[in-house]
C-alpha cells in the first residue's frame, strides 16, 4: 500500500496537521509571553539628584494610578550629586511612571510619564525654576 492514500486516510492527515500546527502556535505564542513579560520587568534605575536641594522623600507610583504608596527612601536621604538605584518587586509589569520629592524645605515636586522600561538613569534637576530631568 505504499504510495496509495484511501479516502479514510485523509481526515487523519488533517487531524495530525492541525495538531502540529496547533503546537507549533502555542510554543510561538508562550515564547513571546514570556520574552514580553521579562522586558516589562525590567524597571530598575539610578536616580540622580542634580537639583540643589536635599531630597528627604521619594515616592514612585505608577501613572495611572492615584496613590504614591511608601516612601522609597524610609530613612535615608538624597543629597545633591548623590545618586540612587531603585529596584521594583518583579511583579510590576507597566512600564509608565511618576516620581514625587519632599525636599528639605518640605516642598512636594512631581516629574510626571517616565517610561521605565526604556530608562535607566533619570537626573532630576531644575531649569529655570522649572523640575526637569534626564532621561538614559
Not at 495538531?19 to 513571546?32: H, P, R
Not at 540643589?52 to 524610609?74: A, H, M, R
Amino acid at each position: 500500500m505504499t504510495g496509495t492514500l484511501r479516502a479514510g486516510d485523509i481526515p487523519t492527515m488533517k487531524r495530525i496537521k492541525f495538531a502540529i500546527l496547533a503546537c507549533a502556535l502555542t510554543a510561538v505564542s508562550l515564547t513571546a509571553s514570556v520574552a514580553a513579560s521579562s522586558q516589562r520587568r525590567v524597571l530598575d534605575f539610578t536616580l540622580v539628584n542634580s537639583t540643589k536641594y536635599t531630597i528627604l522623600e521619594l515616592y514612585v507610583s505608577p501613572t495611572n494610578d492615584d496613590k504614591w504608596g511608601e516612601d522609597v527612601l524610609g530613612e535615608d536621604i538624597l543629597k545633591p550629586g548623590e545618586k540612587l538605584d531603585i529596584s521594583f518587586s518583579r511583579g510590576e509589569t507597566t512600564c509608565m511612571w511618576d516620581l514625587k520629592i519632599v525636599d528639605e524645605d518640605k516642598d512636594e515636586v512631581e516629574w510626571e510619564k517616565f517610561n521605565l522600561c526604556e530608562a535607566s538613569e533619570i537626573t532630576l534637576k531644575y531649569e529655570n525654576g522649572k523640575a526637569t530631568a534626564i532621561i538614559k
